[in-house]
């Protein structure tokens, strides 16, 4: 029976520092090397995934933007991707009209960028762009027209809750929608994908490629939830939201205890 592994990163596989404890880097590199399909599913970019899992060894590809798009580990090629259609457009007349001003992720002319207007940010919107400095994919734009551009996949608002939950009711029907507070910043995220877009979806995906038998997944958040329901076996992280401990399997150490990586040194079997 062949069994695919696939984890969150952020509050799950990465600890509080945002980073992968040499424990359990050094862990699920060694069970890799000795077999096991492992990849992680997360809201993340691929670039600032790599970033925080340099020397992390996955053979098989990596679901980033929460499912929007999967890519290669070892090339970075883009193998499948998610775009919205023109309807978009409408919904973003939506937000603008309303002066609430998104961070818009497309590919164009082939390139991946995510756009906004520095004037018009929020502060947290502003605090976020500054841990990305030096990101080739930054797009800095001064007129709104230029939001429409390319092939857009990803939407996301950082904002007061109360600004973004009405648009969440309105939208969360037509379009993916999460609507949760960061965990290491407590700010209030809005991100909309295209329909059917999710970790689980992608996670399909990955199946048709490799033909598992068996799903084994690990999470923290609300934006796992799906992922869980699709698995044979859910493991929820002690700090994680408890929507998703209701249905896990079992719960696990924490994040900051290198849970995810003492669960599959103690039961990884060699195939």
Known sequence: MTTLYVSDLDGTLLNSQQTLSNY???????????????SYATARSYQTAKKVTQGFKAHIPLIVYNGAVIRDNQTGEILLSHCFKKDIHQLLDHFLKKQIYPMVYAFINGEEKFSFIPE??????????DTRKGD???RVIHDIQDFYIG????????DESEKLEPFYLQ?????????QKDIYTN???????????????AIEQLKALY?????????????DIEMFQLADEAYAVDNAHEKLKAIATKIIPSNDNDGVAHFLKQTYKKP
């Open 136 to 138: 080739p994919r930054i």
């Open 171 to 179: 939208y969360h029907n037509q379009y993916q929608c999460l609507f």
């Open 24 to 38: 359990t880097m050094e862990t699920i590199n060694q069970l890799v090397d000795e077999g096991m399909l492992f």
């Open 151 to 158: 092939d857009i996949f990803y939407i996301t608002f950082i």
């Open 211 to 223: 033909h598992y038998d068996k799903l084994v997944v690990f999470g923290d958040g609300e934006n």
């Open 187 to 201: 700010q209030q995220w809005l991100e909309i994908m295209p329909q059917h877009t999710s970790k689980a979806h």
């Open 120 to 129: 018009k940010c929020t502060p947290a919107m502003l605090e976020f762009i």
